[in-house]
């Protein structure tokens, strides 16, 4: 079965410090990552998809297909940053959400 | 250029009754996506429509949900009849080429008492 695993429901960091939101997924074939954010007030919006390998805002994220995993990184974390994360990954178009991680960075 | 706009924002019923929600995609997106997230679980999938048919409804949870998309441009889905498990925040996304980035509309949030 398609599963996508967030482990932490909130992440709670403050400003300057490195943060890492995980994901694990397991998924038949080659699916294709993607990250997306939902800020405080506004809609869920694409933050970073796997194949384009861009930098988006700071945060990177490194498939390791060995362990299934696409986590997201951000070197310094600054406090527009706290939202909520979404882990998807797609294979047939449609994204499979895990369940969020909130991320809050304090001043 | 206007997003994907959803309608009703908020619709609050009574079990048993009926409620329409509709959605706009960004205009030229052939995709459009329904999804919904019950209070406190992760967001699921519902269907995917390509211009006016389903390509994908594995998400619908059982018949008394019902989306069409005539025309291919629009997308309503009714929840008839309501109950109470089927509270949540629908919502609706759209994208040009398949698969894609998915633009997401605000969300219909149902309440059902």
């Known amino acids: 079965a398609q599963r996508v695993t967030q482990p932490e429901k909130l992440l709670s960091v403050f400003k300057g410090a490195p943060v890492e939101l995980k994901c694990n997924y397991s998924y038949s074939g080659s699916p294709e990552l993607f990250w997306y954010v939902q800020y405080s007030r506004q809609r869920l919006q694409l933050l970073l998809r796997h194949i384009s390998r861009e930098s988006i805002k700071g945060f990177t994220a490194d498939l390791n297909k060995g362990e299934t995993s696409f986590h997201l990184k951000k070197p310094f974390a600054q406090e527009e940053d706290s939202a909520m994360y979404y882990c998807?990954?797609?294979?047939?178009?449609?994204?499979?959400f895990g369940q969020g991680t909130t991320l809050q960075v304090k001043p | 250029e206007a997003g994907v706009t959803q309608f009703p924002s908020h619709s609050v019923i009574e079990k048993g009754q009926t409620v329409t929600l509709r959605c706009d995609p960004i205009s030229g997106h052939d995709n459009l996506y329904w999804y919904r997230r019950v209070m406190g679980k992760e967001i699921k999938f519902l269907l995917h429509f390509v211009k006016e048919s389903k390509q994908d409804e594995s998400g619908m949870p059982n018949n008394r949900f019902l989306a069409e998309r005539t025309g291919g441009t629009y997308s309503t889905l009714k929840v008839q009849p309501a109950e109470l498990e089927d509270s949540g925040v629908y919502f609706c996304a759209s994208s040009r080429n398949f698969p894609g980035e998915l633009f997401f509309g605000e969300g219909s949030r149902l309440t059902v008492l």
């Open positions: 998807a990954p797609s294979n047939t178009g449609k994204l499979i």
